[in-house]
């Protein structure tokens, strides 16, 4: 007797992954131990000035070293990363090297570098050749890369549960990516201690990636509606399904409870601090299956193409958007127009974000009313005019919108250009 599967046109397969998580206070002091694991000698530390000034980095070395693990600290990770930044940092690394693995420390942006330094110094070929299409080749990964343990020390871009890494191509003023399972870290180790001294406004700033990572990948495309893939084509994002949606929605429930009290008393509150580390890492766990669409595709010319706008409690040598700031800023309206895609997700998105919010008579805008009091209460700059554009920005950012197609794609309802023209116009004041 054989079974024979019928000829299928529509999607019925969604992937998920995630790595290993150790979580809680005190969990930084344990790195040692499980790098042991890996039978590695020479290690590699990545991580910025700043958090190597305030000595995470040197006691993870100083655990290392315990094991019998010999390692060394880079620091010239670059806030918001760039090409040139990662080319240089791979450039540190491969002359230094070579490495047994490989351990992130800092916020998005050095776990980001860790993971282009770990690609990189495993295989041949050039930062471009991986990076997404249509800006590089999109080459796979011929095999397994290193091991990498990622520390976060902000609560906000998951980047220690993810499989891909942000940054900026300086030449076409535009952020991409690298998107592959193999980039995922072999470990995630949060401990929510490292995270009390962040100043209010990166906390806000970070916390609002977290609630656009959940949203979005909540709001997404639905994995179903898809038209049916080879295994050979299979992406990273593979649009909501039932596993995402059970960590964004708890996500979701977290940030409802904790967001504004990290933000306005976060250097004594280790409850709300570990619940936003948690928030980010289990949103972290959705969106980097299901994947985000509008809001970060916005966000990508929205930081690459900035004047002069420099964020409180960023370093101040140059001007930047803050990921956080820049996904949330078009977010309200981004949601009114997906919203007749899946009115039922955006509904229970509002809910779980805002319990007690009062239902409005337009139910389109409940979710926009939820997250535009959420960044006015915790100081968020009002849409893209906040950060230096206006509405004669707009025909400007729209192509770098629109060479997101990899994230546009997962839009439940798919953009023109013309959409994406009238949804940033909109968002050049949200209030």
């Not at 942006?109 to 590089?136: Q, R, V």
Request: negative net charge.
């Amino acid at each position: 007797m054989t079974f024979e599967v019928p000829e299928l046109t529509e999607e019925t397969i969604f992937t998920w992954g995630a790595p290993p998580l150790k979580f809680g206070a005190g969990a930084i002091d344990e790195v040692g131990f499980e790098m042991s694991a890996y039978d590695v000698s020479r290690v590699l530390i990545v991580t910025d000035p700043g958090v190597n000034a305030l000595g995470a980095p040197q006691r993870l070395a100083d655990n290392l070293s315990r094991y019998g693990i010999e390692s060394e600290i880079f620091d010239g990770v670059h806030v918001e990363p760039t090409d040139d930044s990662m080319n240089k940092a791979t450039e540190y690394a491969r002359a230094q090297g070579p490495w047994d693995g490989f351990v992130a420390v800092g916020g998005g942006s050095a776990i980001d570098t860790a993971k282009a330094i770990n690609l990189l110094t495993s295989h041949p070929g050039e930062l471009m050749d991986y990076i997404n299409k249509p800006i590089g080749g999109a080459k796979v990964p011929p095999g397994q890369l290193k091991p990498l343990i990622a520390v976060p020390t902000t609560a906000g871009t998951g980047s220690e549960s993810t499989a891909m890494c942000v940054l900026d191509i300086l030449s076409m003023k535009v952020k991409t990516g690298i998107s592959h399972w193999r980039l995922r870290p072999t470990l995630a180790v949060i401990d929510p201690l490292l995270t009390m001294t962040l100043p209010p406004q990166v906390t806000a700033a970070a916390g609002m990636d977290i609630t656009c990572h959940a949203v979005e990948s909540y709001t997404a495309r639905y994995y179903t509606t898809f038209d049916r893939k080879k295994p050979e084509e299979r992406v990273t994002y593979c649009g909501s399904n039932p596993v995402s949606d059970l960590w964004c929605e708890k996500a979701m429930s977290l940030l409802a409870k904790s967001f504004r009290t990290a933000v306005e008393r976060g250097a004594e509150d280790v409850g709300a601090r570990s619940d936003m580390m948690m928030a980010a890492t289990f949103a972290g766990m959705g969106f980097g299956n299901s994947g985000v669409h509008i809001p970060h595709a916005n966000a990508y010319p929205i930081a690459g193409m900035v004047k002069d706008y420099r964020p409180q409690g960023y370093p101040q040598d140059e001007a930047m958007v803050p990921h956080g700031e820049s996904v949330s800023l078009t977010a309200p309206e981004a949601f009114r127009f997906s919203f007749d895609s899946a009115p039922e997700r955006h509904l229970r998105a509002a809910e779980l974000m805002d319990p007690r919010a009062d239902k409005v008579n337009d139910p389109r805008e409940q979710l926009p009313g939820v997250l535009t009091r959420l960044m006015r209460d915790i100081g968020i700059p009002n849409g893209i005019g906040g950060v230096g554009y206006t509405e004669a920005d707009v025909p400007d950012l729209v192509p770098g919108t629109m060479k997101q197609q990899r994230l546009l794609a997962t839009c439940p309802r798919t953009p023109t250009e013309d959409d994406i023209a009238d949804i940033l116009t909109k968002s050049v004041e949200n209030w």
